[in-house]
């Protein structure tokens, strides 16, 4: 039998039909997961899945083999590692507290890539994504915050888990077999913050949608794993806890809470950087509006000082801005991005943004440091102060990023970033894509949902756009 833990999510997991979840997580599981495909929309040109695409093979349409955009078909765990790496690649996707971890960037394309084995509905998609959304949350409840301190990105090692428990749902496998593919997908677990900035780290988002979905084929074909894969003393808790004891208690109880619907479980971003930047970006944009509608303009401040949470010092690695994807990881950079520009979204982090020379000699009279006020927040709550050269001090605190569950985004604001993304990418897609996702959670046919992507894979020709990519 399975250890008794990983059992109670097997069994969660295999008894959840879709009328399990309440409403507001169905309808919280939809908006996320249509963010999630404009984000994957939106990447699938930027060099990290254009170079990951460029060096495996794809075919023609076939009943088994699964859909990537701007490539063709493959099989499902290829395709779940194509689009997985391109939902992460603009660091645009949504996020979970406690896991630190990008849920969607690995559970949607999974799913995806796995429903034409499972002959799938939309709703069978959005109920199994809220499954394997609990069990990411969970883990964030036994293991962080000492599992991120201590250098893992839990974007995979809690996504490959949680995807093969999505994805075995989705096939409709017994409990059993359940529970052996989490055991599997905890040997492919992995990923270390050290590749934050690089193209690395969207990488870590497809390789844990690969490993889930892989592992839910093999446990379908009838592969074993140890009874002990989490809770052995060689087993996944002990080898990924940090310096406190985890909390396996929290594995025993699926859905209480649901981890969907706490204060603080997914949230979308209004903004393509990490989720530690957004309350600083937000009181960048605050004080943009104060200061330079009346006469300031960048020349006039003389420094910034930014208050953040000991929590953001793991992600912020970086503090001066090379590269575009080192400016998404770089507080002091989106800070006086967000005061010069008065805003932040895809066209911050291009090669001529970043190297504007007003944001970087304001991004130079930036420093970053732990603010006792908001030290403990483990929200990323953030403090900027500015003094001009006159004198003149202004401060704002942001306690909770927008696109947090008590800042949910509206539809207007989540059909906004849809179109924006829609746009960078330069696709052509039907006018109404994303009121044909909404629809999703009903009966309709994954593949006809799917087959709204798959008739519209070109980019629109665009020189200079194709030139900055290759900046990148």
């Known amino acids: 039998m399975a250890e008794a833990v990983m059992n109670e999510f097997a069994t969660f997991a295999a008894s959840a039909d879709n009328r399990t979840f309440p409403p507001l997580a169905r309808s919280r599981a939809v908006d996320a997961i249509i963010d999630c495909i404009g984000c994957m929309l939106a990447g699938v040109d930027e060099p990290c899945a254009k170079n990951l695409r460029d060096i495996m093979s794809f075919g023609q349409r076939a009943a088994t083999l699964s ?13 779940a590692l194509c689009n997985g790496t391109a939902a992460h690649a603009l660091d645009y996707d949504d996020t979970n507290h406690p896991a630190y971890a990008h849920p969607s960037a690995v559970l949607v394309p999974a799913l995806l890539a796995i429903s034409p084995l499972a002959n799938a ?17 969970k883990l964030g409840r036994v293991l962080n915050t000492g599992h991120y301190a201590k250098g893992w990105h839990s974007t995979n090692t809690f996504g490959a888990v949680a995807a093969a428990l999505a994805c075995a749902r989705l096939l409709s496998l017994p409990a059993e077999k359940i529970s052996i593919a989490m055991g599997i997908a905890a040997s492919g677990a992995s990923g270390i913050r050290a590749n934050f900035g690089t193209m690395v780290k969207p990488l870590h988002a497809g390789l844990a949608a690969q490993t889930g979905v892989r592992a839910a084929l093999l446990a379908r074909a009838g592969y074993d794993a140890a009874e002990d894969a989490f809770m052995g ?53 605050m004080l943009n509006r104060q200061l330079f509608p009346h006469g ?56 001529e943004k970043i190297a504007d020379q007003e944001i970087q000699a304001v991004a130079g009279n930036t420093t970053m440091v732990v603010d006792e006020r908001v030290a403990e927040s483990p929200e990323f709550s953030t403090v900027v102060l500015v003094e ?34 829609i746009s960078y990418a330069h696709r052509t897609v039907p006018n109404d894509l994303f009121e044909r996702f909404e629809t999703m959670d009903s009966d309709i046919p994954v593949e ?14 665009n020189t200079a756009h194709d030139e900055r990519r290759l900046a990148l």
């Open 67 to 79: 859909f990537v955009p701007g490539a063709g078909y493959t099989a499902a765990p290829e395709a």
């Open 121 to 137: 509905s939309g709703a069978d998609i959005v109920s199994s994504y809220i499954v394997g959304f609990d069990l990411i949350g």
């Open 233 to 285: 003393k060689a087993g996944y808790l002990t080898a990924f806890r940090g310096e406190e004891e985890a909390q396996p208690v929290f594995l025993s109880m699926p859905g209480e809470p649901l981890e969907i619907l706490t204060d603080y479980g997914l949230a979308l971003k209004p903004y393509p950087s990490c989720g530690a930047t957004h309350p600083g970006i937000e009181a960048g944009i």
């Open 296 to 351: 300031y303009a960048p020349g006039d401040i003389r420094r910034i000082r930014i208050g953040v949470a000991r929590m953001a010092l793991n992600p912020l690695i970086h503090h001066v801005t090379k590269t575009p994807l080192q400016g998404k990881f770089c507080l002091e950079y989106c800070v006086a991005a967000a005061l010069v520009d008065g805003k932040v979204d895809l066209s911050t982090f291009s090669p």
């Open 388 to 421: 001009t050269n006159a004198g003149r001090v202004e401060e704002i605190l942001v306690p909770l990023a927008k696109g947090k569950p008590e800042r949910w985004m509206s539809r207007a604001e989540r059909l906004e970033k849809f179109r924006d993304c």
């Open 448 to 461: 006809a949902l799917i087959s709204t992507l798959r008739n519209h894979p070109a980019p629109r020709p």
